[in-house]
């Protein structure tokens, strides 16, 4: 009957036999032989390590690896609590040990059981480990069986080697259709790799051989297509990526409300927010998530995200503790990590810029020669709300017969919590001119949307560096708002008053706004508008004062990614601007402008930006040439 494939009336005869002799050798050879042959691995593999001699090598290896093999799938359901969630990879683990100590010899021998253990290694998120044993077994000219490569492919992506990933996962793919995980990694293989296109490709493909509501032939109806709804997930999550986050919350917002209790869809739809530049929204997803799923990893993630952005780290600690705790062998895991400690840490940024202007020093604020360095930094924040800042400054420039000079050092303390913003910083100019210096600042998040702000100065640094040459110091005054529809459009709107120790008060109001017309995952461009205007109480003053003035310009912001691998890049900026320039009593003139810089950014918060700027501006009817380089270094932790 086993010869002829009847193994269940096989096993009933096997089983009517032993009852009547019980300690029959070769009968329960054949029991056991007949289990792992219906499958029953684990009846199987219990009985034979009950009369392990009775077996030969060969049959020890299979019993072995089929029971590593049921180990490592069980590894992959639900656990019943998160200190349980890698028992039985674990206990797979000790398996492995256990045989190949027992019988090294068998256990070397098999490259079945060297494949399963690859998928073990894999699960247990020793990525490091799978990669050199996979590599090797190449180097070897040992062919890894199709069922492996997918585990493989997940593993190279863990260790940032999204090129070689895909061709695993690719083969994984090909070789077993039904593998559809192996699939939608494939799809973020492609897009770690830069090649958001053959992602897209690759899901819209996927997602026309998969139908929503599939229905076997002579079925009634049609049943649930689980793999589309995580295939179209994992589409506009991927279209996000492509820059294209109006269609990916398009995508996932009518999928969201028609499948409300499904974690995954919310805590997708609460990334698309994030990127927007909505956290508070993004927040709510995700918090949607968690409480369909208390385990869903992604939506703790998000949590941590948004409660960050939000400057609500005391709320987002115990999130990340438990994520920390139960999921720090993760990749994702490993990169919050990471974000979050640059979020908190401490950093510094450098800065410097020289100009040249041709054309009246005595007339143009900007003098000739000039020159600007300074240093800023901040402390690791503080019981998760303060930090500690310092500045320092140097300016000069020339102005016909006379030198403006200013050097000042400043200290203070940064308070930021639940969208509220708030610094003050006190500080001395090195010759003592207008006493001590005193910043305070003000704004507070009112919604994803607006941003409100006020700022007070005492000898404030950035006033005219013309007039602190005349031994004229001043205090200003501002008050701000901005609107953010999403991270294509904004607009900004500010007021401000400068009373210069003359009597001098210059008032001005300023309009700015942008929108991105190009977005894509290498280049975005976007145009730009700004109007501002001013006017000043006297006319006399001893530096620019036009006693009414305004300009309106139209430009184009140009940023190109020249190359990307992770967090580190080298991109292309250039802007350029062309606007009407009014004054009171001369006239308009047309005044062009233009930047080209690069960025290279090395690590998080770790970049280094320059660039070449020139431009035409217009003083009292004169128009001069000045040109400029600046630069910038950024280092964070």
């Known amino acids: 009957m086993r010869s002829s494939g009847d193994w269940l009336g096989a096993l009933a005869r096997i089983e009517q036999a032993l009852a009547e002799s019980p300690d029959d050798r070769e009968l329960y050879r054949l029991r056991v032989l007949t289990l792992a042959d219906v499958g029953a691995s684990h009846r199987a593999w219990t009985l034979f390590r009950a009369r392990p001699e009775w077996f030969d090598s060969a049959e020890r290896m299979r019993f072995e690896t089929a029971q590593v093999a049921r180990l490592i799938n069980w590894s992959r359901l639900y656990a019943a609590n998160e200190q349980d969630r890698l028992a039985e990879a674990e206990a797979a683990a000790a398996r492995i040990r256990e045989f190949r100590s027992a019988a090294p010899g068998d256990a070397h021998a098999s490259s079945n059981l060297d494949f399963d253990e690859l998928i073990l290694l894999n699960r247990l998120a020793r990525h490091e480990e799978v990669v050199r044993r996979y590599r090797g077994m190449l180097a070897q000219g040992r062919d890894v069986p199709s069922y492996v490569l997918a585990a493989v492919g997940d593993s190279l992506l863990a260790e940032r080697a999204p090129e070689q990933a895909a061709v695993a996962l690719a083969a994984a793919a090909e070789h077993a259709p039904d593998n559809h995980d192996a699939t939608l990694q494939l799809a973020y293989a492609h897009v770690e790799s830069e090649r958001f296109g053959e992602a897209l490709a690759l899901l819209e493909r996927t997602l026309e051989q998969q139908p929503a509501w599939p229905r076997p032939h002579g079925a009634p109806r049609g049943h649930e297509n689980r793999f589309r709804l995580d295939a179209e997930v994992t589409y506009a999550l991927v279209r996000a990526f492509d820059e294209d986050l109006a269609g990916a919350q398009a995508t996932l917002e009518p999928l969201g409300a028609a499948a409300p209790s499904n974690a995954e869809l919310q805590s997708s739809l609460g990334t698309v927010y994030l990127f927007r530049g909505w956290p508070e929204a993004a927040l709510q ?11 869903h990893v992604p939506a703790m993630l998000g949590q941590v995200a948004a409660l960050s952005a939000l400057d609500r780290f005391d709320e987002a600690r115990p999130i990340r503790a438990r994520l920390v705790e139960f999921y720090g062998s993760e990749v994702n895991v490993q990169d919050m990590e990471r974000r979050w400690r640059v979020a908190r840490g401490a950093g510094v940024r450098a800065y410097a810029a020289a100009g040249d202007g041709r054309g009246d020093a005595g007339v143009s604020p900007l003098g000739s020669r000039d020159v600007a360095a300074g240093v800023e930094a901040h402390s690791a924040l503080l019981a998760d709300k303060w930090r500690v800042l310092l500045r320092s400054e140097h300016r000069r420039a020339d102005f016909a017969d006379q030198r403006g000079r200013l050097h000042r050092n400043d200290i203070g303390v940064q308070y930021a919590y639940r969208g509220l913003n708030a610094a003050a910083l006190v500080g001395r100019a090195t010759d003592g001119l207008g006493g001590t210096g005193a910043t305070a600042t003000l704004s507070t998040r009112l919604d994803d949307h607006w941003t409100v702000g006020a700022e007070l100065r005492r000898n404030d640094a950035g006033a005219s560096l013309q007039a602190r040459a005349a031994g004229i110091t001043a205090d200003s005054a501002r008050v701000n708002a901005s609107y953010r529809r999403h991270e ?27 929108r991105r ?12 508008v700004d109007f501002d205007a001013s006017r000043a109480s006297r006319d006399d003053a001893p530096y620019f004062n036009p006693a009414r003035a305004a300009t309106l310009g139209f430009g184009i912001d140009v940023d190109r990614i020249a190359w990307r691998r992770y967090e580190r890049h080298f991109r292309h900026r250039l802007a350029a601007s062309a606007g009407v320039q009014w004054q009171d009593g001369f006239g308009t003139a047309w005044v062009p402008a233009l930047r080209y810089g690069h960025e290279w950014q090395f690590a998080p918060a770790r970049g280094l930006e320059y660039g070449l700027s020139w431009s035409r501006p217009v003083y009292d009817g004169q128009r001069e040439t000045h040109v400029a380089l600046d630069i910038e270094l950024r280092w964070g932790e």
């Open 517 to 528: 017309w190009i977005s894509e995952p290498h280049l975005t461009v976007a145009g730009l």
């Open 488 to 514: 294509s459009a904004a607009i900004s709107f500010g007021a401000s008053r400068f009373r210069y120790d003359d009597g001098n008060r210059v008032d001005a109001v300023d309009v700015s706004a942008s």
């Open 285 to 295: 997803r995700f918090s949607i998530a968690a409480t369909l799923d208390e385990r």
